[in-house]
């Protein structure tokens, strides 16, 4: 059987799969897999795939990028990490239910590394995008004319188009994503170049942003960080004198 789990965390996948009243894994026959689809720190992943592997049950891990428009139909992306080729030809049937495009980015924990990746790069455009708008409106530079423009030329991204285009400007700050989900990722990507001993500034000062934004706005979605990190971005262009 193939036992699929989209959860916070790669501790509380864990906890689900192992520690809760003996785990689900105490119920799984040998030759089952966990697909795990969360966006979880890959050491977690490959801990836990470490541990079945006794019990002959194989761990594939499979985080999505698309956000909720692509998920409803079904046109995910999905990043696909397992040492086990029978056990990925075992899901492949289910990803290609979930997602349009499959990736297989390597040995288990590799999807999961290839996600906090992409999301670190996704969050750094926001903070990117954010400062721009706080610079602009200091020369006169309406928010909403700068994202318009910003779309229209080289330094469009997901961010601009989607988070700002119709969420920032437009006040309704429903992407569906959390803020704290997104600051976690960013937080796996920083740990990730501490454990392979990078030197990589940026990702860690989009992290402490992010952590920052986290913790002053529980609950919120992503889309509203530049709320408390960037508090001014939104307000009226600052005239400058002559």
Known sequence: GVVVTMLPTDAIVRAAIVDWDGGIAA?????AVVLDMSSSNPTGTRALAEELAPRGIAVVDAPVSGAVARARTGELSLMVGADDEAAFERVSPILA???????????????????????YLAAAAYT?????L????????DPATM??????????????EVVF??????????TGFALALLAKDVGIAAALADEASIEAPAVRLVADQWADASAALPGADHSRAIQH?????????????A
Do not use: C, D, Q
């Open 97 to 119: 239910v979930l997602g349009s495009r499959v990736f297989r980015t390597g040995p288990v924990g590799s999807g999961h590394a290839m996600k906090a990746l992409n999301n």
């Open 165 to 174: 285009g119709e969420h920032v400007v437009t006040g309704s700050f429903a």
């Open 27 to 31: 119920h799984l026959a040998s030759g």
């Open 134 to 141: 706080v610079i602009g409106r200091s020369y006169g530079l």
């Open 229 to 241: 990190v960037w508090p001014t971005a939104l307000e009226p262009a600052v005239e400058r004198e």
């Open 147 to 160: 994202i318009e423009i910003i779309n229209t030329s080289t330094g469009r991204s997901f961010s601009t």
């Open 128 to 132: 990117a995008t954010a400062e721009a």
